[in-house]
């Protein structure tokens, strides 16, 4: 069965400082992944998806995400955190008519 | 704008009561979804609609029935509401790559969050 595990609840950082959020996945064929980002009582956006072409893929207000099948892990990144960037993330797999979701990684950015 | 809605945004009410949530999506998808956002913000699949055919019943209890009047729309009716079905219901859609399987991203309506006293 598939699975999606987001190896940190809470990630804080200072503003300009590097952002890594883990995601590791497990899946017996090749996935779609997702990255998507919910600021609080908002909906889910897209931030990024990889879909078997490009292994680093780059998304929305400077993330992007590195795929590693070895690792089976598909980690988000940032180069320089910003205060909006404070939100609920959620790694996700997808297939079969559905998103199998991680339990979320909530970002603190600290001034 | 082009983009997912879903109507109400809040719906607080008793126990037992029935309600329904609605879903519209102007992007011309073909699939669409209800997801359940519990209080510790965990997401889970409810229902997948594919031109209009149920295509995945993720073990819901059957008090939640999912209507699909055309590709456009997809409502969830709740009845004899418990306190446990308090959740944010999230709305999606996207559009199938190939057939019924469906790797393609999914859009997300803003959530409606059911509150059950």
């Known amino acids: 069965a598939q699975s999606v595990t987001q190896l940190d609840s809470h990630v804080s950082v200072s503003e300009g400082t590097p952002v890594l959020l883990r995601c590791n996945y497990s899946?017996?064929?090749?996935?779609?992944l997702f990255w998507y980002v919910q600021h609080p009582n908002k909906g889910l956006q897209l931030l990024l998806k990889?879909?078997?072409?490009?292994?680093l893929v780059k998304g929305i207000n400077g993330f992007e995400a590195e795929f590693k099948k070895s690792e089976t892990s598909f980690h988000l990144t940032k180069p320089s955190a910003h205060m909006s960037d404070a939100a609920e993330y959620f790694c996700?797999?997808?297939?079969?008519?559905?998103?199998?979701f991680g339990a979320g990684t909530r970002l603190a950015v600290h001034p | 704008d082009t983009a997912v809605s879903q109507t109400p945004k809040y719906l607080v009410t008793q126990m037992g009561n029935d309600k329904s949530i609605k879903c519209e999506q102007n992007?011309?998808?073909?699939?669409m979804y209800w997801y359940k956002q519990d209080s510790k913000k965990f997401l889970k699949i409810m229902f997948s609609y594919n031109n209009k055919e149920l295509i995945i019943n993720e073990t819901v209890p059957n008090r939640f029935s999912p209507k699909s009047p055309d590709k456009a729309h997809l409502n969830l009716h709740i009845n004899s509401l418990e306190l446990g079905d308090s959740a944010v219901y999230f709305c999606?859609?996207?559009?199938?790559?190939?057939?019924?399987?469906?790797?393609?991203?999914?859009?997300f309506g803003p959530g409606t969050r059911l509150t059950v006293l």
């Open positions: 899946s017996s064929y090749s996935p779609s």
């Open positions: 999606a859609s996207s559009q199938a790559r190939s057939g019924r399987y469906n790797y393609n991203e999914q859009f």
């Open positions: 990889y879909t078997s072409a490009a292994t």
């Open positions: 996700a797999w997808g297939g079969y008519n559905k998103l199998i």
């Open positions: 992007l011309g998808h073909d699939t």
